[in-house]
């Protein structure tokens, strides 16, 4: 029986090695914001309002879907649902009225325009939102500050959901369909509150895993202790 028992410690071992995995699939694949799964034949546009305070409260991250192929950036941002200030012509100042008042003169900070792939980075773009050319498929991001930080959710975080299927929806001022990252009164779920569920069914997912892979192991070790038994109780055998 003693060469049995390494043989079963390393069976062991190997589940535990597989039952980790696993897990690790399960919660890589958690989404940390929800969209509308129609948008993979549009173009997906993040706002990113965190930087912005609103009655003492900072912004969210809100994600709307602009369908089919817009002319530019800045036809992008308004089929999505949002909409474009400008303190002078071709300066965007504000999105849906923020900041308020719209600056009248650079301060320092501004709509910065970023667009990823959706497994890729946040890129700057070189153009203004009038000049681009959003590619369906393709993510446009804003986020107001110094120009240096992209939206603070990640293009392939904004990918799995928009994998994972449609979310509930709000209808914004323009009646476009929007997905926000908070609460705002539409029925739309928050952030925290779709990462929440996310994190619960991965969670169940994992739960499920182990266990499957955990029983699985203690099958096939009973089969080989009771192989190793039979061999050493054969003729000739000794202990």
Same mark, same amino acid.
């Given at each position: +029986?003693?060469?049995?028992?390494?043989?079963?410690? +390393?069976?062991? $071992?190997?589940?535990?090695?597989?039952?980790?995995?696993?897990?690790?699939?399960? $919660?890589?694949?958690?989404?940390?914001?929800?969209?509308?799964?129609?948008?993979?034949?549009? @173009?997906? @546009? $993040?706002?990113?309002?965190?930087?912005? *305070?609103?009655?003492?409260?900072?912004?969210?991250?809100?994600?709307?879907?602009?369908?089919?192929?817009?002319?530019?950036?800045?036809?992008?941002?308004?089929?999505?649902?949002?909409?474009?200030?400008?303190?002078?012509?071709?300066?965007?100042?504000?999105?849906?009225?923020?900041?308020?008042?719209?600056?009248?003169?650079?301060?320092?900070?501004?709509?910065?325009?970023?667009?990823? *792939?959706?497994?890729?980075?946040?890129?700057?773009?070189?153009?203004?939102?009038?000049?681009?050319?959003?590619?369906?498929?393709?993510?446009?991001?804003?986020?107001?500050?110094?120009?240096t930080t992209p939206p603070g959710i990640a293009p392939a975080e904004v990918a799995a959901a928009l994998a994972?299927?449609?979310?509930?929806?709000?209808?914004?001022?323009?009646?476009?369909? /929007?997905?926000?990252?908070?609460?705002?009164?539409?029925?739309?779920?928050?952030?925290?509150?779709?990462?929440? /569920? !996310?994190? !619960? /069914?991965?969670?169940?997912?994992?739960?499920?895993?182990?266990?499957?892979?955990?029983?699985?192991?203690?099958? @096939?070790?009973?089969? $080989?202790?009771?192989?190793?038994?039979?061999?050493?109780?054969?003729?000739?055998?000794?202990?």
């Amino acid at each position: +029986m003693g060469v049995a028992r390494p043989g079963i410690r +390393m069976l062991a $071992v190997a589940a535990i090695a597989i039952g980790t995995l696993g897990a690790q699939g399960v $919660v890589g694949s958690t989404a940390a914001v929800a969209a509308d799964a129609s948008c993979s034949d549009g @173009v997906t @546009v $993040v706002v990113d309002f965190s930087d912005l *305070t609103v009655d003492g409260k900072s912004g969210t991250v809100e994600v709307g879907c602009a369908p089919g192929d817009p002319q530019d950036g800045r036809a992008a941002l308004t089929a999505a649902g949002f909409t474009a200030t400008d303190s002078q012509p071709g300066f965007l100042c504000a999105i849906d009225s923020r900041p308020d008042p719209c600056p009248e003169t650079f301060d320092g900070s501004f709509w910065a325009y970023w667009h990823a *792939t959706p497994q890729g980075e946040w890129t700057s773009y070189q153009v203004g939102a009038d000049a681009s050319d959003p590619v369906p498929g393709q993510i446009e991001g804003w986020r107001y500050n110094d120009g240096t930080t992209p939206p603070g959710i990640a293009p392939a975080e904004v990918a799995a959901a928009l994998a994972a299927g449609p979310a509930q929806t709000g209808s914004d001022q323009s009646g476009s369909n /929007q997905s926000s990252a908070d609460q705002n009164g539409t029925g739309t779920p928050s952030t925290d509150q779709a990462a929440e /569920q !996310a994190r !619960a /069914q991965a969670a169940q997912g994992l739960a499920l895993t182990v266990t499957a892979i955990g029983f699985l192991a203690v099958i @096939v070790a009973l089969v $080989v202790i009771f192989a190793v038994r039979a061999r050493h109780r054969g003729p000739g055998a000794s202990d």
